[in-house]
């Protein structure tokens, strides 16, 4: 068989079918809420990193407000996952355990229907861990140092589709460590330049908290760690376990935990490479998501990219040991059942096909709430359905309104909210909720909205009386009901309630987005973490041992004198000399040059800036000092340029001392903030100044100079 061509024929046909289906069903909770994203576009959101949502945006602005737009990033992103995960898996093995991969992915409903239909953060998270891999195959393969950018690009990205990815370059590590022949790595600049890469792009999510008070990183310590401190429950465990093998498809799962064994024995019992590679980047997510769920519950999906890369050794066992009978009946019955069981689905979505109400014990199924048979309150496909309906209705009760009296939307459940929003695109829809969750974010000033009346609007699986609301509105009318019907049956009930001018201060705290409290300016909150840091290595840190060594210096430095520099330009001589006789006039040259201009570049900053030393900004008396008193320009720090710049040419021309670099310059940084002198920032910065410099003015002295 020609599997490349059989993986093309599967790729394809499948995304055929799949877009096909994505916009004849309505959207699912998650995917409206991303889609709402998309109308207050941002650095990042309350629940996720921001990639999720400018894919969304795209795909509407070429497609429009439809469920099919919405979803067509999910299926484009798993062609080419699939794709990439080919390409692995061909590198790992072969052709045929490729496509035998493939075709599992396309099998197991968190990867066929989860991850290539909805649209979640998990879709683009997908493709970039399968890219992190096969990047990082390629760096074990060729030892190509420029792989390393390109790892950590991904990364980056990764990062910025969702917090899971912080586990890519934990995986990355435990290889180095475990694999001797690679561990040569740990000395080299690239995988740090790499992390610091990815750092930096996930900067914008990073000040996004900053603004708005840590929301998203508190809001996923407490959802994914708990709120209160860890109790073991085997229970807990237990349903997470289970509802991750749900996600799988339960005869499959117990394939996977065999292939986890075997993966772990093959890399530290035959020390296979491949095997140790699949296990460093599988096994540490599942066990820390799986250890979570022994005292937290989790949320099924939550280490699906583990089962992703451990999908390539099922895979290979899957082929290994095809010869042996039981298990090769075993795979054809779990596979086909899997196979079943996802048509069965689509089937019942699309056509209701299960009568749920058989599976039900007959009191329960007889049950009737908010006037709504159980059986439907229960079914989970009826949440896609009667939206559009729901859509429509409001539609015609707002246009019974006067055009100077319309009212604006509002709900009880962020869920609820998004699901409303998509329904009516060109209404704002406000939700006052108990919980701190992302319309918190959106919403923070209601003052525009003052004396207005509202629309309020729940449903019977989430009922809710407005009248709770108390005084924020003067009068609430009796709901009125709309009803929603699927193959004939009413499956929801909607509840319209009139408020009469709302009134923004009499909203009850727990409703409010005061919680959070007001939006901040990240180039303040910058500023005073700056000031922090500086109170802290200026204050905190007071020692005799760093005042002892630190004392002269600082005598120095009030007599004009860099003493610190001065030992670092006579080492950088004695080093260059006995190292780079041959060249050692034309480095020094080039040293002092490197020295001058970064000094004119610093000099030009300060006058620019002109920002107040700490003496200035704090006052003589709430700053420690030891002999030097300076209170003129501080932004960017002179000494720690000269430093950062000499250490940086020297690493560059004679690496054999590097630690002596390093720790000098370091130490000049920390050295201008202990005595006083300058603010972190301001070290940073003379320090970027120097490396850059050097860096720049070396490459190109060597690769113009024919010395």
């Known amino acids: 068989m020609n599997y490349k061509i059989w993986f093309w024929a599967v790729n394809i046909f499948t995304a055929l079918l799949r877009l096909l289906f994505i916009g004849r069903i309505g959207l699912s909770v998650d995917e409206a809420h991303y889609w709402v994203y998309t109308k207050f576009l941002d650095f990042s959101y309350f629940d996720h990193p921001p990639v999720i949502a400018y894919l969304i945006k795209v795909s509407t602005l070429i497609f429009g407000n439809t469920a099919f737009a919405v979803r067509f990033p999910a299926v484009v992103i798993f062609f080419f996952t699939s794709w990439l ?11 045929r355990t490729a496509f035998t991969g493939v075709v599992l992915l396309n099998v197991l409903p968190v990867f066929s229907f989860l991850g290539s ?9 997908a493709l970039f861990w399968i890219l992190a891999l096969l990047v990082f195959i390629l760096i074990i393969e060729t030892n190509n140092k420029k792989y390393w950018y390109l790892l950590g690009v991904i990364t980056g990205f990764a990062m910025l589709s969702k917090y899971n990815a912080f586990m890519i370059p934990v995986s990355v590590t435990l290889f180095l460590i475990l694999s001797p ?13 790499a992390l610091l890469i990815s750092i930096i792009m996930f900067t914008p999510v990073i000040l996004w908290n900053i603004a708005n008070n840590w929301a998203s990183f508190g809001f996923q310590m407490r959802h994914g760690l708990g709120s209160s401190l860890p109790k073991l429950s085997f229970t807990t465990f237990s349903q997470c376990l289970g509802a991750q093998a749900g996600y799988i498809s339960p005869p499959i799962f117990l394939v996977f935990i065999a292939a986890a064994y075997l993966c772990v024995k093959e890399a530290f019992v035959k020390k ?18 799986n250890f979570i769920a022994t005292f937290n519950e989790i949320l099924p999906h939550w280490p699906a990219m583990g089962y992703l890369i451990l999908s390539i050794y099922v895979a290979h066992i899957t082929l290994k040991y095809a010869d042996i009978k039981w298990f090769k009946i075993y795979n054809i019955i779990a596979w086909s059942f899997t196979v079943l069981l996802m048509l069965l689905a689509y089937a019942h979505i699309m056509y209701k096909v299960i009568p749920v109400e058989k599976f039900l014990p007959k009191e329960q ?17 009826n949440d896609v359905f009667g939206w559009e309906e729901l859509g429509n209705e409001i539609r015609r009760r707002l246009a019974e309104y006067p055009p100077k009296e319309k009212p604006f939307i509002f709900t009880h459940k962020s869920y609820l909210a998004s699901q409303i929003a998509f329904a009516v695109p060109e209404a704002r829809v406000f939700c006052f909720s108990d919980r701190i969750d992302a319309y918190d974010i959106w919403q923070r000033d209601l003052r525009p909205l003052r004396n207005k009346n509202a629309l309020f609007i729940c449903n019977d699986m989430f009922y809710f009386d407005p009248a709770r609301y108390g005084d924020a509105f003067e009068s609430y009318s009796e709901p009125s009901e709309f009803s929603v019907y699927r193959n004939g049956k009413k499956i929801r ?18 409703y409010s987005a005061n919680i959070l409290g007001p939006k901040k300016i990240i180039f303040d909150e910058l500023l005073s973490f700056d000031h922090a840091v500086f109170k802290f290595i200026n204050s905190y840190m007071r020692c005799k041992f760093f005042d002892f060594y630190i004392a002269p210096i600082s005598y120095f430095d009030s007599k004009d004198f860099n003493i610190g520099l001065t030992f670092i330009l006579i080492l950088s001589i004695v080093i260059m000399w006995n190292n780079k006789k041959d060249s050692f006039w034309t480095n020094l040259a080039l040293l002092a040059s ?7 570049i610093t000099y030009f900053l300060k006058q620019y800036f002109e920002r107040l030393r700490p003496l200035a900004f704090f006052g003589d008396e709430n700053v420690n000092t030891l002999y030097e008193h300076i209170h003129g320009n501080s932004f960017p720090s002179g000494h720690t340029q000269a430093a950062f710049a000499a250490c940086t040419f020297m690493f560059l021309t004679v690496r054999k001392y590097w630690y002596w670099y390093l720790f000098l310059a370091f130490a000049t940084a920390f050295e201008r903030i202990y005595a006083g002198s300058h603010f972190p920032s301001d070290v940073l910065a003379g320090a970027l100044i120097g490396y850059f410099t050097a860096t720049i003015m070396v490459k190109l002295f060597k690769k113009y100079s024919r010395i």
């Open 85 to 95: 995960f080919f390409i692995c898996v061909k590198k790992l093995y072969n052709e």
């Open 594 to 600: 490197v020295l001058v201009v970064s000094s004119v």
């Open 117 to 125: 239909v909805i649209s979640i953060p998990d879709s683009p998270l």
């Open 181 to 193: 022949k690679h561990r040569f790595w740990f000395k080299e600049k690239e995988p740090y330049i």
């Open 272 to 289: 296979d490479r491949t095997a140790l590679l699949i296990a460093c980047f599988s096994l540490p997510i599942l066990i820390f998501f």
């Open 365 to 381: 199924a007889e049950k009737i709430r908010y006037g709504i048979p159980e059986a439907e309150r229960v079914d989970v496909t």
């Open 493 to 510: 009930n909607f509840f319209f309630t009139d408020c009469k001018k709302f009134k923004p201060a009499n909203l009850p705290e727990q």
